[in-house]
């Protein structure tokens, strides 16, 4: 399982998890990280997009060696002009890309005549942190906003709220991971960090 922490910081995108998975019953250290990065072209200007997967290890490992090469196409479809553009690719490309990728996996389940996925992804992009959940709903959190997803999300997200005064963005996403680590069993091992 997994904690996903995110935190908006003077247009900044700060992002944390922990690195343990649960297989088998038991729970073991990835080495594989659960952030990822792509760069992308946004306005002719390589852009970071991170992202976090919380879910099946599975479906992170195929979105690592697919999602990169599936979204190359759409860059070209939006100029990302303003943060409007930006959601609306979000909406439009990215997110029908990871149902698209989930599916052709068969990492998607028939809920109620609803295919939903077994994970969610967090996303920091130009500024935003995202969130897709797992019917492929997207939310879009801006300055000062933080959320948390993965098995330790409600640990996550008291930490993000009772740190809302700490100054250093690294130190408070970091911290809310430490939480979960604390005290949700399924959370573990090492933090990982990246910012836009």
């Known amino acids: 399982m997994t904690i996903l922490a995110g935190f908006v910081k003077d247009g900044v995108v700060h992002m944390a998890s ?3 998975i649960g297989c088998s019953g038991s729970r073991r250290q990835m080495n594989t990280p659960k952030l990822h990065e792509i760069t992308i072209p946004i306005r002719s200007e390589p852009t970071r997009l991170l992202y976090g997967l919380a879910g099946y290890l599975t479906d992170l490992c195929m979105l690592h060696a697919k999602l990169k090469p599936a979204l190359a196409s759409t860059f070209k479809v939006v100029d990302f002009s ?3 553009d930006v959601y609306l690719w979000m909406v ?3 997110a029908p890309t990871i149902k698209k990728l989930l599916k052709s996996h068969d990492s ?3 809920e109620a005549a609803c295919l939903t996925a077994r994970s969610e992804l967090m996303v920091g992009l130009a500024g935003k942190l995202y969130s897709v959940d797992c019917s492929f709903g997207v939310l879009a959190y801006g300055e000062g906003e933080y959320f948390a997803q993965g098995s330790g999300w409600q640990y996550g997200l008291g930490s993000l709220y009772a740190t809302e005064r700490m100054k250093d963005p690294r130190k ?3 911290a809310a991971v ?3 680590i604390k005290y949700d069993p399924h959370c573990g091992g090492e933090i990982q960090y990246m910012r836009t």
């Open 172 to 174: 408070r996403v970091e």
């Open 178 to 180: 430490k939480a979960a």
């Open 18 to 20: 922990d690195s343990q």
């Open 92 to 94: 439009d490309v990215f």
């Open 108 to 110: 998607l389940k028939d």
């Open 82 to 84: 303003n943060q409007d």
